[in-house]
């Protein structure tokens, strides 16, 4: 009864944020150890970039240990190539009780061109807050300011309830 009344309190004082609260940007040059024979760059390698990125805007957000709990709707846009400045931008764009949904979305720039950026990947991080006693624990709720972060939010919600309803058919709790 102590620790449910514990956890009561730290729902009641968590904050709210806005998306802007959670950005983040990282770069990185593509490297030949990364690619295949061809040049192009590892889809896991982009993937595991994507989940650190996820995972600090996530942690912006909740100010705790953050998990990965689910990857969705990853589309690969175009190739990567050796060479190519890499651009990871990641931003909670949902905000359940103990979970967030954070957009990762990645852009290339080949540096040897005089080009513009170029979407390359797009893809959904489901990350799960995680409290000193290893259990998941309340997030600040999100504040969409803008009609572009209401139709971000309202597309996370929809997600979250589809998955919600799936794991229920099937039986997993969480």
Avoid at 26 to 54: C, F, P, R, W
Avoid at 86 to 101: D, F, N, R
């Amino acid at each position: 009864m102590l620790q449910e009344t514990q956890h009561l309190k730290e729902i009641e004082t968590v904050e709210s944020r806005t998306m802007d609260y959670s950005k983040v940007t990282m770069s990185v040059v593509m490297m030949a150890d990364q690619a295949n024979l061809y040049g192009n760059i590892h889809g896991g390698e982009i993937l595991k970039v994507m989940d650190t990125a996820a995972g600090v805007a996530a942690h912006k957000h909740a100010r705790s240990i953050v998990v990965t709990a689910m990857i969705d709707e990853v589309t690969f846009h175009l190739p990567i190539r050796v060479g190519n400045l890499v651009t990871y931008h990641a931003q909670v764009i949902y905000a359940g009780k103990t979970s967030m949904e954070v957009a990762v979305n990645v852009t290339i720039e080949d540096l040897y061109k005089d080009q513009s950026t170029q979407k390359a990947l797009t893809a959904f991080f489901t990350m799960v807050a995680i409290g000193k006693d290893g259990v998941p624990k309340p997030v600040p709720s999100l504040q969409p300011l803008t009609e572009e972060e209401r139709r971000l939010f309202e597309q996370g919600r929809k997600r979250y309830l589809r998955h919600k309803e799936i794991r229920e058919q099937i039986g997993i709790c969480g």
